[in-house]
């Protein structure tokens, strides 16, 4: 059984820096190319970042550039979030998700599993 878990999530200040963690359990992350989407309260859920299984190309929401880093280490079947300088308009509740192939997505139906979700409030 496939199971994603996301981890790292919680309260800080602006300004503050957070690194969530996605374990997978029941596939081989090596092989899967895996995002980061975000909710925030009573919005649709974003896409934030992604890895590409081959190669470790990453590709990120304009929104996020410069700021946030996705890194991957397949030894551990764990993909990372480092998101720096945060800013209060980042809290929501982070999810990762894991897709089969090779290509970036973008799109939540472009996704196979996905995670529970870590809280990130990020407070003024």
């Known amino acids: 059984q496939v199971q994603l878990v996301e981890s790292g999530g919680g309260l800080v200040q602006a300004g503050d820096s957070l690194r969530l963690s996605c374990a997978a359990s029941g596939l081989t992350f090596s092989r899967y190319s895996v995002g980061w989407f975000r909710q925030a309260p009573g919005k649709e859920r974003d896409f934030v970042a992604a890895i590409r299984w081959i190669a470790g190309y990453t590709y990120y929401a304009d929104s996020v550039k410069g700021r946030f880093t996705i890194s991957r280490d397949n030894a551990k079947n764990t993909v990372y979030l480092q998101m720096n300088s945060l800013k209060p308009e980042h809290t929501a509740v982070y999810y990762c998700?894991?897709?089969?192939?090779?290509?970036?997505?973008?799109?939540?139906?472009?996704?196979?599993?996905w995670g529970q979700g870590t809280q990130v409030t990020v407070s003024s």
């Open positions: 998700a894991a897709r089969v192939g090779s290509g970036f997505g973008t799109r939540d139906d472009q996704y196979d599993y």
